[in-house]
């Protein structure tokens, strides 16, 4: 058995559409990081939105009310862009303290014209620029810290409060300052408007089905968020090999799925289509035993293209993404319990390629069955294309409609992200129902595949 | 012990029979030429021997197992070439040769490298078969047919392609190998080609087996073809039977043995018809069938 499963591995890594699909991945691959490191500056189209903004003020009628009114919004947005770009570590700063002064200034100046109020309010500016360009951040975590200390003299309980100056201490011990490109600051920013929200929601005594789930997603945020600040790991950033690794199944699922239809859709039907299939089945072997070693080279095959894609993203990866971010742990929050667990990125890559192999195994006996039925290799690769297109189609479908049949559609249980993605199943089906019905496929599948083969007459050509 | 022995082999492709009753053996050293019209059955008779086709009725017995009980031992001396050397076009004839050695167990390089020499393919046996020409994937046929060291060969016209030279080199070999007690099943449309080196003859036609003989019987069949001048071929019309022709105004075919031929002639003279010349030619193997077969055309 070994011999003949060797024999038809090597059959096809011999194939030329094999190396062509492997040299599209690597290219694919590469350009999939590039896109990665440079998704900021691809997303980042603020000196264009200057120059718009610029434009449209140009071509506004200043007499016009509603006219003066989006100029002066667009005045200020352009002012608050070039000071933000000017002081990148105080970004937070500039939007809370400084956003209504500067609205207001530029109300008066186009609008009301009151000389006093402007004064008044340039005054109010020019005191907080002069923190600002001194570079003095502390100064306002200080000036919030000493409002909420106050706060506290009223009301001691308040948990929302002592959360928020727990940040504020944390800030200033650690010498975090307001830089957005900085992911701590993030984190506490983040954090820091979560909390009012969730301490509302929190009150509240009952919730109604959006609120839950926000409620949910909160609780969610401000976990992830507190394990960014406590272990100082920068979890959140979306320009690393990391993210890429944890989004292997969406970048790469595609390619997964080529090589699984490619090498089963092929395996049977192309002995029979260049009469290999004579030779094959002439030697001193069983029928059953030459399908059962086509099968096993495929299941050997998934897992193992599985493995070599990824050690290619990780290659391609650390060269241009550098493997820096791989300390950093991928952070699951199990909603049921509220624990935030942490994996390795490897092994959480590992467990979320192993929830996805029955989908590609059972993609890959589809079209494989099909290619023992039909000896064509392109009716089984179109045919299980379909097949995939059409189950993602009633996946959906089953996610609005709830139909009886729909349970035991085999796209609805192939699928055991939400294990390891610790959420509940869509669908609300048991793992081990989940399992059944998977082992009820492949049961039906071989045994069609196996008649048929046992039976199959090779036709004169 | 016969090593193959087809007994009543019927084969059908829904309602259609295109096998009935075909039944004939091969033994030790045999090289029995498989003859039939274009869509007799040649072909579909080999495939159901080498378990391509499932037999409808009837059984096959290789080496003395039952092919259909139990196929893994009748198939493991044979060796075969059905319709065109169909192998691996992307690898080269060595890799496809060790792929298939690798259906087999216990058999060495060394015996790989001196069936490649067997078959002269020992020049270009590194170069990928896409780049063969027919005649050289015909020997790498061949040399297939020959790797698990078989005691019955199934050839399925192996001349397709093949060179003058190819086809001594062939002759040669089965020949060699049918003194070593192969038993070689050969067809070919060309029934020139097998006449020179088989001792057995099967005719097929519409499915059934017209005929089997040996070489020998065939070659006793004591009628000889001889062609006649004369001087005017419309007078002697009415003396000829109907398996003689004529063939232009002066020269005229009838089969006849020694003694009738005599008699013919003299008869004609008698008839006051003027006789220049008589050649004997000796009958073909197809015309020897034709004759069997009751007069009936073959391809």
């Given at each position: 058995m070994i011999k003949l499963i060797n024999a038809e591995l090597k059959k096809i890594f011999r194939k030329k559409s094999f190396l062509i699909v492997t040299i599209i991945f690597i290219l694919y691959c590469i350009l999939t990081n590039v896109i990665y490191k440079e998704m900021d500056t691809l997303l980042e189209m603020d000196d264009l939105s200057i120059n718009e903004l610029e434009n449209i003020n140009n071509s506004l009628n200043l007499n016009d009310k509603e006219d003066l009114e989006e100029y002066i919004t667009n005045k200020t947005d352009i002012e608050i862009s070039k000071l933000k770009d000017k002081y990148k570590s105080m970004e937070i700063i500039i939007d809370k303290y400084l956003y209504n002064l500067i609205y207001e200034r530029n109300n008066i100046k186009y609008n009301t014209l009151d000389e006093e109020e402007l004064n008044n309010i340039n005054n109010n500016i020019d005191n907080i620029m002069s923190y600002i360009k001194s570079n003095n951040w502390q100064y306002f975590t200080k000036l919030e810290k000493e409002e909420i200390e106050e706060k506290l003299k009223e009301n001691k309980d308040d948990e929302r409060l002592n959360e928020l100056l727990k940040l504020k201490e944390y800030r200033l011990k650690n010498n975090i300052?307001?830089?957005?490109?900085?992911y701590l600051n993030n984190a506490i920013d983040t954090i820091e408007t979560d909390l009012l929200e969730y301490y509302n929601l929190k009150n509240k005594e009952v919730l109604t089905k959006d609120e839950e789930e926000r409620f949910t997603s909160l609780k969610e945020e401000m976990a992830i968020n507190n394990y960014i600040i406590d272990h100082k790991v920068d979890a959140n950033n979306s320009n690393t090999l990391r993210a890429v690794l944890t989004n292997f199944p969406n970048e790469f699922g595609l390619f997964i799925l080529i090589y699984v239809v490619m090498i089963s859709g092929s395996i049977v039907s192309e002995e029979f289509n260049k009469g290999t299939i004579k030779y094959l089945l002439t030697k001193p072997h069983k029928r059953s035993t030459i399908l059962t070693a086509k099968l096993l080279t495929i299941i050997i095959l998934i897992p193992f293209i599985i493995i070599f894609m990824s050690l290619i993203e990780i290659i391609i990866g650390s060269l241009i993404l550098g493997i820096k971010s791989l300390s950093v742990p991928v952070l699951i929050y199990e909603s049921s319990t509220g624990i935030l667990k942490s994996y390795h990125v490897l092994k959480y890559l590992a467990l979320l390629l192993i929830s996805t192999l029955p989908e590609y195994l059972i993609l890959a006996l589809v079209c494989f069955l099909l290619s023992t039925i039909t000896t064509s290799t392109s009716a089984a690769i179109t045919i299980t294309f379909l097949f995939y297109l059409i189950s993602n189609v009633i996946s959906n479908l089953a996610l609005l409609y709830n139909i009886k049949i729909f349970k035991y559609f085999i796209a609805l249980h192939w699928n055991f992200n939400y294990l390891v993605n610790k959420t509940s199943n869509p669908y609300n089906f048991k793992p081990i129902f989940s399992l059944g019905i998977i082992s009820i496929y492949i049961i039906i599948i071989l045994c069609i595949s196996y008649i048929y083969f046992n039976k199959k007459d090779v036709k004169n050509i | 012990m016969n090593i193959l022995k087809v007994e009543n082999l019927s084969k059908k492709f829904g309602k259609k029979e295109v096998l009935k009753n075909v039944s004939f053996e091969i033994n030790k050293g045999d090289i029995l030429a498989f003859i039939g019209p274009n869509g007799a059955g040649k072909t579909t008779t080999i495939k159901c021997l080498l378990g391509l086709q499932k037999i409808t009725k009837g059984k096959v017995t290789i080496n003395g197992y039952d092919l259909k009980k139990n196929f893994v031992k009748a198939i493991s001396k044979v060796g075969c070439l059905v319709e065109a050397p169909d192998v691996y076009m992307y690898l080269t004839g060595y890799e496809n040769l060790i792929m298939q050695k690798n259906y087999y167990k216990n058999i060495s390089e060394e015996e790989i490298m001196s069936i490649i020499k067997l078959v002269g393919l020992e020049n270009r046996i590194y170069d990928k078969v896409s780049k063969y020409s027919l005649g050289m994937r015909e020997r790498l046929g061949i040399a297939i047919a020959l790797i698990n060291n078989p005691n019955l060969l199934i050839l399925d016209e192996p001349t397709n392609g093949l060179d003058p030279e190819g086809i001594k080199d062939l002759r040669e070999l089965l020949l060699k190998l049918a003194k070593n007690g192969v038993g070689i099943l050969i067809s070919s449309h060309n029934l020139s080609e097998l006449e020179s080196f088989c001792n057995k003859v099967c005719i097929i036609s519409h499915g059934e087996i017209l005929s089997v003989k040996s070489i020998q019987e065939i070659k006793k069949i004591d009628e000889n073809k001889y062609i006649i001048k004369t001087d005017d071929t419309t007078k002697i019309k009415s003396y000829l039977s109907s398996s003689d022709q004529i063939i232009d105004n002066n020269y005229f075919e009838v089969i006849k043995d020694e003694i009738d031929i005599a008699k013919f002639i003299k008869k004609l003279v008698l008839k006051d018809i003027n006789i220049y010349e008589v050649k004997k030619e000796a009958l073909s193997l197809e015309e020897a069938f034709i004759n069997i077969a009751g007069g009936k055309k073959i391809d």
């Open positions: 300052n307001y830089d957005y490109n900085n | -």
